[in-house]
């Protein structure tokens, strides 16, 4: 876990404070889900990775790409992974299927989230405001949404759940994929619909770009949308919640069948 951390530090995915939160976070799903767990939570990283890397510098012209080749801070992993960690503490507590699926939920939206949101922004039609799709909006707008960005959460979310299946995370095997694609795809959507409608969304004070950033040039940024306190990490721990939530459905609406 720990080797796993460090790799990251020195691929230059996380700075400093953001391995020790990764740090917290595998060890907490480590401890409370064990290796099949871990082994999930390792999935979406790489994912993230990946697709964070494919095309950066076409992305980066756009002006859309992560900072720092992609280089994660603390709170987008505690966004990312405090949930799941949560899920995994309360499976130490009381072990079963239900925090089991809540896991899922919350891990296959992280990873819906992030590949949709990565993909996107290689769509060759501008993105729609899922609130007013008539509108078009710049790439990496927070409720922009795309066919391509679609696609993304779906395969995302079914490579989480083929892997979840693969490391028998839940004793019962059909219900992990429907789970994994229901969950991810829902809190994807989530997601979006919350990054339309509550995020903060604003400009930068000194060279007045758009942002909905907190920071930027070093400046506080002026908050002109949304609520000010709703930044793109907020909406993803709302969103992880709410994937791990359409889970819970999903199980209570299969598990009579199988
Ligand atoms: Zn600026």
Known sequence: MVAFALAAVLLNTIDARGFIAS?????????????????????????????????YGYKRRLGAAQGKGGARNWPHILANGGFASVAAIWNLTSPGIVPGAVFLGAISTSAADTVATELGLLSHSRPRLITHPSRAVPAGTSGGVTALGFVGAAFASFVIGIMALAMEVLPNPYLILPLCMVG????????????????????????????????????????????????????????????????LVMLAALAPIF
């Open 23 to 55: 740090a917290a976070v595998g060890f907490a799903i480590m401890y409370g889900g064990g290796f099949s767990w871990f082994v999930i939570v390792a999935v979406f990283f790489t994912l993230g990775v990946v697709f964070t890397l494919y095309k």
């Open 184 to 247: 991810g795809i829902f809190g994807a959507v989530f997601d979006s619909l919350a990054g339309a409608a509550i995020q903060r969304k604003g400009y930068c004070i000194i060279c007045l770009k758009p942002t909905e950033a907190l920071k930027h040039c070093g400046e506080k940024t002026m908050a002109t949308q949304g609520k000010w306190y709703v930044e793109n990490n907020v909406v993803n721990v709302i969103s992880t919640i709410a994937g791990a939530a359409a889970s």
